[in-house]
C-alpha cells in the first residue's frame, strides 16, 4: 500500500537553529499538508499546499515556518530559528484529488525536540 | 469556528467487551467527519468517514460509527475488543464546503485488557 514517509524520525536541535523536516508523500497525490501534535495536547493544522503555493495556513504557521516542494517528489517543512515551544510530533499527509472525500494519508511523523 | 470533544483521555475495555468511544462537534454547517487511529510509532490511518448519505458508516478493523445530527455527535464503536485494537483513537471534522483542514479532538487512548 503507498505510504507518506517522513524522515527523521526524530531530531533534536537547539534552540535557534534551523530544522528542516521531509516528506514524500504518495506520488500521484496532489495535495499536501503539515499537522503537529504538542506532547499531550491536540493534532493541529499547519499548512496546506497546492498546486506549487499555500492553499491555506494557521495562525502557528508565522514567518518562522516555510514549505516547498523541491523536486517534484519531496515536501519539505522548515523552521528558521527553533523555540523550545517548537518542540513537537510533526506530520505529513497527502491526499488524492478530493482530500475530504477521500481522506489524507500521514506519514508516521518526525519527533522535533529542541532543546 | 470547528471544535471536536472526546469523552475520555482513556479508555480501558476487557478483551471481547464492546469498544465505545465518544466524539461531539461543533460547527456552524454539517461537517464531513472522521475517525483515525494511531498505533504506536505510526502515523495517522483513516478508520473511518462520514461525508454523505448513510449515517451509520463502517470502517476497517470492524469499527464503525454512526453521525447523529441532533446529537452532534459521531461515536465509534466495535462489538468485540481485540488486543490489537489497543492504540490511540483521533475523532475529526472538516468544514463542508470550506477548508480542506481537518481539526481534530485530544485523542482517546484505549487500552485492551486480557
Known amino acids: 500500500e503507498p505510504e507518506v514517509t517522513q524522515t527523521p524520525s526524530h531530531q533534536v536541535t537547539q534552540m535557534g537553529q534551523e530544522v528542516i523536516l521531509r516528506c514524500v508523500p504518495i506520488s500521484n497525490h496532489l495535495y499536501f499538508y503539515w499537522y503537529r501534535q504538542i506532547l499531550g495536547q491536540k493534532v493541529e493544522f499547519l499548512v496546506s499546499f497546492y498546486n506549487n503555493e499555500i492553499s491555506e495556513k494557521s495562525e502557528i504557521f508565522d514567518d518562522q515556518f516555510s514549505v516547498e516542494r523541491p523536486d517534484g517528489s519531496n515536501f519539505t517543512l522548515k523552521i528558521r530559528s527553533t523555540k523550545l515551544e517548537d518542540s513537537a510530533m510533526y506530520f505529513c499527509?497527502?491526499?488524492?484529488?478530493?482530500?475530504?472525500?477521500?481522506?489524507?494519508?500521514f506519514g508516521s511523523g518526525t519527533r522535533l525536540t529542541v532543546v | 469556528a470547528q471544535s471536536v470533544t472526546q469523552l475520555g483521555s482513556h479508555v480501558s475495555v476487557s478483551e471481547g467487551a464492546l469498544v465505545l468511544l465518544r466524539c461531539n462537534y461543533s460547527s456552524s454547517v454539517p461537517p464531513y467527519l472522521f475517525w483515525y487511529v494511531q498505533y504506536p510509532n505510526q502515523g495517522l490511518q483513516l478508520l473511518l468517514k462520514y461525508t454523505t448519505g448513510a449515517t451509520l458508516v463502517k470502517g476497517i478493523n470492524g469499527f464503525e460509527a454512526e453521525f447523529k445530527k441532533s446529537e452532534t455527535s459521531f461515536h465509534l464503536t466495535k462489538p468485540s475488543a481485540h488486543m490489537s485494537d489497543a492504540a490511540e483513537y483521533f475523532c475529526?471534522?472538516?468544514?463542508?464546503?470550506?477548508?480542506?483542514?481537518?481539526?481534530f479532538g485530544k485523542g482517546t487512548k484505549l487500552t485492551v485488557n486480557p
Open positions: 475529526a471534522v472538516s468544514e463542508r464546503g470550506g477548508s480542506e483542514k481537518l481539526v
Open positions: 499527509a497527502s491526499s488524492s484529488r478530493d482530500p475530504l472525500e477521500g481522506g489524507y494519508t
